[in-house]
């Protein structure tokens, strides 16, 4: 009581203690911090596990079904195909590579080299038609139709007068078909994309939020890959040839 008087007379101010704070009606209880309540401790690996198994949705659809549904969805087409259901078996079996017949083939060379000496002596329009007839003779030869139809492009091109007029238009029109085809399996970037995708499950199941890379991740895991990505390239066409 002393200490308390003396206080008061040097002309402090006491505060008051604050009240406890009312719960309302048909409020829920909280656990104090580092309490963990029941239903907490049951719902959490729930949460983790489908956080998990979404981001296993999201790296394969990154790997196989985006690049599959735009390779579909962007190449020349081929005999049969208004036959075949997406993703059905016969469909899949079509977007994996398929020799070309040889007489084809080298009756889509011939009309490709045919096309570039008519544009070369400025008969575009003729040219047009024999670019054409290489994607319809040879559809799934990449390299050659990708090449057939930037020359279809040019072509339009030099047929073009100004900006917007209906050969400017086919022109990028042709030249977006060839970009778009390039962006399907065979473009790079969507397995760089599910690798890190597939590093991130990894990891994340791990309990490991750091996942930094290594030497040996460099040595066996990726050096491979980019091997046999530049292997494939130059097998089956580089995008936008």
Known sequence: RGS???VMACGARVQPRPAPAKREPGARWR???????RAGEEDAPISRRTALA???????????????ATEGATRPASPGDDRRTPFSPAWLRSILYVETDPAAKAAAKAALLRG?????????EAAVAAFEAVLATA???YKMCQRAGLDI??????????LGDAYDKLANDAKRKVWWWGRGTR?????????LSARNVYFTAKDDPEGAFTITEGLFVLVPIWIGLLFVLMQF???DY
Do not use: Q
């Open 4 to 6: 308390c008087r003396r």
């Open 31 to 37: 656990p104090c911090r580092g309490v963990t309540s």
């Open 54 to 68: 979404r981001k296993v949705v999201f790296t394969v659809g990154e790997a196989f079904v985006l690049p599959w």
């Open 116 to 124: 570039e000496a008519l544009a070369d002596r400025g008969e575009h």
């Open 139 to 141: 559809p799934t030869e």
């Open 153 to 162: 492009a040019k072509s339009y091109e030099a047929m073009s007068s100004k």
């Open 187 to 195: 473009w790079p970037g969507w397995y760089i994309i599910a690798y």
């Open 237 to 239: 066409g580089l995008p």
